[in-house]
């Protein structure tokens, strides 16, 4: 198995240009997650998903959105980015094992808007 | 709100100098609390899942325990191959499926 996997590793952006990041897991997990981390921070929620169709908002939303067409993919979307995007972007997803929640993370996607 | 806090920021060893790394958690009904592993440039690595206090885990150098308020990373005899960014994040019953992460410990081990 892959596991998770990220496209693309590095991306520049230049203020206003839009970009998807994509995810894809092999591992039939239910449940995919979006994180951004910063500098020196823990990781912090952007979207979630709890299966195919079904999508929320975690901690940070605000200039994301995200799709959930397939169990395998959760691709996020950057509409207008904003240099307060830059960060590392991580996929994961997990299953539930009496009800705990161990998430395998994909190698992440490092964005740069200038 | 849950709150994760991990002391220290950074932790400097030499080889085979064993410490532990701390992880306080203030949340609403524990359902699980997991330690990670992250190497510069890489995604974190999961390494243990605890579910109540009392509890013990050990991998290789690595042991995790955990209290009602705290849990801690022991790292025995620790090689520079050890040297990475631990995570700790915790799930609360109130959460769902959600995770709160704490900001990490930074440990360089120095041969």
């Known amino acids: 198995n892959a596991g998770v996997t990220q496209t693309p590793k590095f991306r520049i952006l230049k203020i206003g240009q839009s970009m998807t990041l994509q995810c894809t897991q092999d591992m039939n997990h239910n449940y995919m997650y979006w994180y951004r981390q910063d500098p020196g921070m823990g990781l912090k929620l952007i979207y979630y998903s709890v299966g195919a169709g079904i999508t929320d908002k975690g901690e940070v939303p605000n200039g994301y959105n995200v799709s959930r067409s397939t169990t395998e993919d959760f691709p996020l979307r950057l509409e207008l980015a904003a240099p307060s995007q830059t960060s590392v972007y991580f996929c994961?997803?997990?299953?539930?094992?009496?009800?705990?929640?161990?998430?395998?993370f994909g190698p992440g996607t490092r964005l740069t808007v200038l | 709100e849950d709150q994760v806090t991990q002391s220290p920021e950074a932790l400097r060893l030499q080889e085979g100098e064993s410490s532990s790394l701390n992880c306080s958690y203030t949340?609403?009904?524990?359902?699980?609390l997991f330690w990670y592993r992250q190497d510069p440039g890489k995604g974190p690595e999961f390494l243990f899942t605890l579910y109540s206090a009392g509890e013990e885990k050990e991998k290789e150098r690595l042991k995790a325990t955990l209290t009602k308020k705290e849990s801690f990373l022991h790292i025995t005899a620790p090689k520079p191959e050890d040297s990475a960014t631990y995570l700790c994040a915790v799930q609360a019953g109130a959460s769902g499926s959600r995770l709160t992460f704490g900001e990490g410990t930074q440990l360089t081990v120095n041969p």
């Open positions: 994961a997803s997990s299953y539930i094992i009496a009800g705990v929640n161990e998430q395998f």
């Open positions: 949340v609403s009904g524990l359902r699980g």
